[in-house]
């Protein structure tokens, strides 16, 4: 049963605080909504994922693990950074007003399943004994595609998560979709080289675990904004 649309509102209300403290008693006080903080978003991320770290560590296996080779390492990195990019887009478009109930149903799914997928990329790392991060401004090496870290295929820029923020209703929908559209299919084409080429059977099922569920919300995202 999916979550009704005021348990989501709950879920996503803003929580807002006072920029600085009044020092001279003035009630005079401006506050911002708790999503225009990167911060508070950063926190958000970073909470989901140790969360769903130990939601990803009870679902999987304590069977001895093949050594891992570069391409299970740099994928785990980079899409490590890939999803918080997502679960980030996700929670900037539920904070929007007069939005899509079906696309915000797609943007929880995204949240939730991308932050299980985060925590469980972090436990593997931890198990080969490796940073739980790529360290280096360069990306996607181990697939012979050396990028920069930002601009992997299909991340968004700053201004483009920007315009989430500043967008509601339909054109906050569109920029939603088209922005998770791109995104997915840049993870894909990620994905598809860890699924040929992951020495670790776990790290090759999350890659192939993406790229059926990512297809699909795809086709999804492209029939909602069609209509």
């Not at 069977?63 to 929670?91: K, S, W």
Request: glycine fraction near 8%.
């Amino acid at each position: 049963m999916e979550p009704s649309e005021s348990s989501l509102a709950a879920d996503v209300a803003p929580n807002v605080a006072p920029d600085a403290a009044d020092v001279d008693g003035d009630d005079d006080v401006e506050v911002r909504p708790w999503w225009q903080s990167k911060l508070n978003i950063a926190v958000i991320v970073a909470a989901l994922a140790i969360l769903c770290g130990g939601i990803g560590w009870l679902i999987g296996n304590n069977r001895a693990t093949p050594d891992p080779n570069a391409v299970d390492i740099g994928f785990l990195q980079d899409m490590r950074t890939h999803h918080e990019q997502a679960v980030t887009m996700g929670l900037y478009y539920l904070s929007r007003p007069d939005t899509d109930p079906n696309l915000r149903v797609i943007a929880r799914e995204i949240v939730f399943d991308q932050g299980i997928d985060i925590g469980r990329m972090i436990e593997l790392l931890r198990l080969f004994g490796e940073h739980e991060t790529n360290e280096s401004d360069t990306a996607m090496a181990w697939m012979n595609e050396p990028t920069p870290s930002d601009r992997m295929p299909g991340m968004a820029t700053q201004a483009d998560l920007d315009k989430i923020l500043a967008d509601s209703g339909k054109a906050a929908d569109e920029q939603f979709a088209n922005l998770m559209i791109a995104h997915h299919q840049g993870g894909i084409h990620m994905a598809q080289y860890a699924a040929q080429h992951a020495n670790v059977p776990e790290v090759r099922n999350i890659a192939n675990s993406q790229i059926t569920g990512q297809t699909g919300e795809i086709n999804e995202l492209k029939s909602l904004i069609a209509e």
